[in-house]
């Protein structure tokens, strides 16, 4: 992997291969095995969390991918903790609301205004095309018009995945690294696009996985929000080179220390 200086002292993305997206997952898997017990705990709060705020009358739409950053960043801390050997507590999920609420919550801030921005983008393509084909009439206006809302369609994907890869590394870095939101956001984008194969391999990864995590009444997703807060620690450490460095090996021919 190669590390490039940054002039701001942010970190900047390296490179990652393929493979090691299924390294990520499976070491999602072994800190999850740790202490599976506390990991379901967390989860269940961690849903049930985001379904209430899901529910609040007229905003609750709004206050779900606001809230999410914060939370994900309190994953990010307990497999932080597990990482280092030390004890994963239910209370780590809150870690995001203690040490950087404000930063955490303007990230999702972003994504929530990015998302209406991208739905109304689409809209507005979809809408024009409706129109259109209104006033053309007859098969060409139906084809105008079924074209244009296919386009806007994509054009609401694309723009989608773009927030994703925004989101991917914005609660780690902001989290762990204290980078400001809308830096963490570019450089996740950035790390993204660097490593577009990497992270299209792990995308259908996950695609699947959260298939079959919703196969048996959804309870799977209960060990997959775990695994994935222990695949993203592992994928920021190895794109970010953000491991804590290892003490220099001691020297045998150093000189004894002064009495």
């Not at 460095?245 to 220390?257: I, N, Q, S």
């Amino acid at each position: 992997m190669t590390r490039r200086p940054h002039p701001h002292n942010h970190p900047l993305p390296g490179t990652v291969t393929p493979t090691q997206a299924l390294q990520w997952l499976a070491t999602g898997w072994q800190l999850f095995m740790k202490n599976p017990g506390v990991w379901l705990v967390q989860s269940v709060i961690f849903i049930v969390i985001l379904a209430a705020l899901g529910f609040v009358p007229f905003i609750g739409w709004a206050v779900t991918p606001v809230a999410l950053p914060v939370l994900t960043a309190g994953m990010l801390s307990g497999a932080q903790a597990l990482e280092r050997g030390e004890a994963l507590r239910v209370d780590h999920l809150f870690d995001g609301l203690r040490r950087h609420a404000g930063n955490l919550l303007l990230v999702g801030g972003f994504h929530l205004l990015g998302t209406l921005l991208a739905a109304l983008i689409a809209a507005a393509i979809g809408g024009s095309a409706m129109l259109t084909g209104m006033l053309v009439g007859a098969f060409a206006g139906m084809g105008v018009a079924a074209g244009g809302v296919m386009f806007g369609v994509l054009v609401f994907t694309v723009l989608w995945a773009l927030l994703m890869m925004a989101l991917w590394f914005a609660p780690a870095l902001v989290m762990l690294h204290d980078v400001a939101p809308l830096e963490a956001m570019k450089l996740s984008v950035q790390a993204c696009f660097h490593n577009l194969l990497t992270f299209v391999v792990l995308a259908a990864m996950l695609y699947v996985l959260v298939w079959v995590a919703m196969l048996p009444a959804g309870l799977g997703m209960l060990v997959l929000v775990p695994v994935l807060a222990g695949a993203l620690l592992e994928a920021w450490q190895d794109t970010f080179h953000a491991r804590p460095a290892l003490p220099a090996p001691a020297r045998d021919d150093a000189p004894p220390p002064a009495a």
